[in-house]
């Protein structure tokens, strides 16, 4: 399950519909309006493989790598989110829920990088992977 922070823009969301990408929003479908950064990680716990797709920064920690989820900080403009959730999902490396979980990625024009569970050190992918 896909799940965009409350603070995706309308405009993003649109787009995720228009081009059919699976996905519920914090605030719309699950959770609830105003739910703080705080209450995400046990929400996120309740949920059956979800992966979170968000602009806040502060989600880009290793110490949040978990079996149970994903994390996607999208560390580009608001106005661009839609275009990276697509492409991550698109990658090979990440093309299914399986293949997140585990995961705290920050996705950016020059590529990806990636905590992974119990790994030492960041991996880093480009988008041609």
């Given at each position: 399950m896909n799940i965009l922070d409350e603070n995706i823009l309308e405009s993003q969301r649109q787009l995720l519909l228009k081009w059919r990408v699976p996905f519920r929003q914090i605030g719309y479908e699950v959770g609830r309006k105003g739910m703080t950064d705080d209450e995400i990680i046990p929400f996120l716990l309740g949920l059956r493989q979800p992966t979170l797709f968000t602009i806040d920064?502060?989600?880009?920690?290793?110490?949040?790598?978990?079996?149970?989820?994903?994390?996607?900080?999208?560390?580009?403009?608001?106005?661009?989110?839609?275009?990276?959730?697509?492409?991550?999902?698109?990658?090979?490396?990440?093309?299914?829920?399986a293949k997140r979980m585990g995961t705290v990625i920050r996705a950016s024009h020059t590529g990806l990088a990636v905590w992974r569970l119990h790994a030492e050190q960041e991996v880093r992918f480009d988008w041609a992977d």
């Open positions: 920064r502060h989600f880009y920690k290793r110490s949040l790598c978990h079996a149970r989820y994903g994390l996607v900080y999208l560390d580009v403009g608001q106005s661009e989110a839609a275009i990276f959730v697509r492409r991550l999902l698109h990658h090979r490396e990440f093309d299914t829920q």
